[in-house]
């Protein structure tokens, strides 16, 4: 019976709070993903009472799939009767539970293949696994996608071999389902989804775009609207996809927070970063049907004056300030605009967690280097400690009402010392003695094609409302 009331209390999340297109009313419903496995310990202890199919079923629900273990462990199929479900407030978790009055359960004769395989999906911790060696096709063929710019391009670039494009994230708890563009595309029909960020998030868009066009039959359908061939000097960029009316969008925000100009004590103008203020790009993607965010690599000393004279809020300079408590105030002001101005009944919230560097002996611009690695790491405890941005994220998040799906892929970046540009970071470059090597970003086909494989399985999972009907 535990095994039941798992996979159901996904489904309510589903029925509820993630429904496509978002159109259910979501007053009072949150989801906390963070808190998952805190509350699920929580609902562990709770009472739980299924008396038959007609009476009540009252349980608290936890939040959603995507930060459990194994929500299920048992094989046991989808009940096909009806089971009214109502929720109480956990206070202690105020933000984590939604109320859900009731809720009918699909036929399991719809369509029972894609049903098991959302049942296994919902029940498995996607980013908790190993790279599998991966034959089969890239999601789109190495060095034909014309959308990949240089600096991705490690085969334009000369790099010689190709081992790291083969390999598979495999969670696990689960298989997930291979990246179908045309399944996507129909899913993502007349929606914008934007990607916020740095360059590593830059790295992802340029790889989703790329799937998605590979399964377009005319490959001239998607283009730049702006019609921008270099992709890295704007702001803002925006590919779309003319007969299914999408656009996947990248807006550049490395801090997330404004980078601003102030006059110092001499009237001289200095460049600052305002940690009270979102970037003002946000009212490009606040109404999108899907934004992703991430922040990171710029949270470095080196990036940022040393801490000295550079933070702002209103008209205050900080002197100094550690980049931790910068950052802690930059995700804050992030929050509260997300909390503020994004309506989660339309769109959907999610952060790409921190992409880990791999730079051996010196760093980014002191000589550290990469080059040379072929094989993602094997032996886990070579693998770092999570970093402390994520802890903060993680904490951050918990506090907000708005749903935020995390897509927690520093672990699975952590083993892959093999995926970036390294020497092949532009054409002719690994034959240019001295110059910085690339161990931050990803060769692509490369490490975000997964990561665009855990948005398509999360997606799916989240488009498979149509399986849940409301009494
Ligand atoms: C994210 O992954 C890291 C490393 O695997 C883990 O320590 C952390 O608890 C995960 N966070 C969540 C919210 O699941
Ligand atoms: C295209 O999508 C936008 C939303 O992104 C919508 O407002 C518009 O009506 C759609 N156009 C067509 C022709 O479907
Ligand atoms: C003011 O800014 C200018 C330009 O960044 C800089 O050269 C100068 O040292 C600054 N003066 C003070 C007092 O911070
Ligand atoms: C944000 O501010 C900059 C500089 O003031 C301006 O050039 C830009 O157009 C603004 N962007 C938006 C989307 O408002
Ligand atoms: C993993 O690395 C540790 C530390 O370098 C080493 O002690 C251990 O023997 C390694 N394990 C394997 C299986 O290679």
């Not at 334009?156 to 994230?169: A, I, L």
């Not at 960020?197 to 730049?224: H, I």
């Not at 665009?452 to 498979?464: C, D, F, G």
């Amino acid at each position: 019976m535990a095994s039941f009331k798992k996979l159901h209390t996904i489904l309510m999340e589903f029925s509820r709070n993630l429904s496509w297109p978002f159109s259910s009313s979501t007053t009072n419903t949150f989801i906390l993903s963070l808190f998952f496995l805190v509350l699920f310990s929580y609902l562990s202890s709770s009472s739980f009472s299924q008396n038959s199919s007609t009476n009540p079923v009252t349980t608290t629900l936890s939040s959603p799939l995507l930060f459990s273990n194994s929500l299920y462990s048992s094989s046991s199929t989808l009940p096909k009767k009806t089971y009214y479900v109502e929720s109480q407030r956990n206070e202690d978790a105020p933000h984590s539970v939604v109320v859900v009055n009731a809720v009918k359960l699909p036929k399991q004769t719809k369509n029972s293949a894609e049903t098991n395989l959302i049942k296994k999906l919902s029940s498995c911790d996607f980013f908790s696994g190993t790279w599998v060696v991966d034959d089969s096709d890239q999601l789109y063929k190495p060095g034909a996608c014309p959308l990949i710019d240089d600096a991705f391009n490690c085969l334009k670039n000369g790099r010689p071999d190709s081992d790291f494009m083969k390999w598979r994230w495999k969670p696990s708890g689960c298989l997930l389902p291979r990246f179908d563009g045309n399944r996507m595309l129909e899913m993502l029909r007349g929606k914008r989804l934007v990607f916020v960020g740095d360059s590593l998030n830059r790295n992802m868009w340029e790889s989703l775009v790329c799937a998605l066009r590979e399964s377009l039959d005319d490959k001239t359908r998607v283009f730049e609207v702006s019609g921008w061939n270099d992709l890295r000097s704007k702001g803002y960029y925006s590919f779309r996809f003319e007969d299914f009316n999408i656009s996947v969008e990248f807006v550049r925000a490395p801090f997330l927070v404004q980078e601003w100009k102030t006059l110092n004590s001499t009237g001289a103008h200095k460049e600052t970063l305002r940690l009270d203020l979102i970037k003002n790009s946000s009212s490009i993607y606040q109404d999108a049907d899907i934004v992703i965010f991430n922040t990171g690599h710029w949270w470095t000393h080196d990036k940022t004056s040393k801490g000295k004279n550079y933070y702002q809020e209103g008209t205050f300079v900080y002197n100094y300030l550690k980049v931790k408590e910068a950052y802690t105030k930059a995700l804050h002001t992030w929050a509260k605009w997300v909390d503020a101005n994004i309506d989660p009944s339309r769109t959907r919230v999610f952060f790409r967690g921190y992409s880990v560097s791999h730079y051996r002996r010196g760093r980014w611009n002191s000589g550290g280097n990469c080059d040379g690695e072929t094989k993602p790491i094997t032996n886990v405890t070579h693998l770092a400690r999570y970093p402390w941005m994520m802890d903060i994220l993680e904490s951050v998040i918990r506090e907000m009402k708005t749903p935020v799906f995390y897509l927690n892929v520093t672990r699975m970046t952590d083993y892959r010392k093999d995926g970036h540009p390294s020497i092949y970071r532009q054409p002719g470059t690994q034959r240019t003695a001295g110059m910085n090597q690339d161990c931050s970003h990803w060769c692509l086909p490369g490490v975000p094609d997964a990561w665009n494989e855990l948005l398509y399985a999360t997606i799916l999972l989240l488009h498979h409302d149509s399986l849940i009907h409301y009494s």
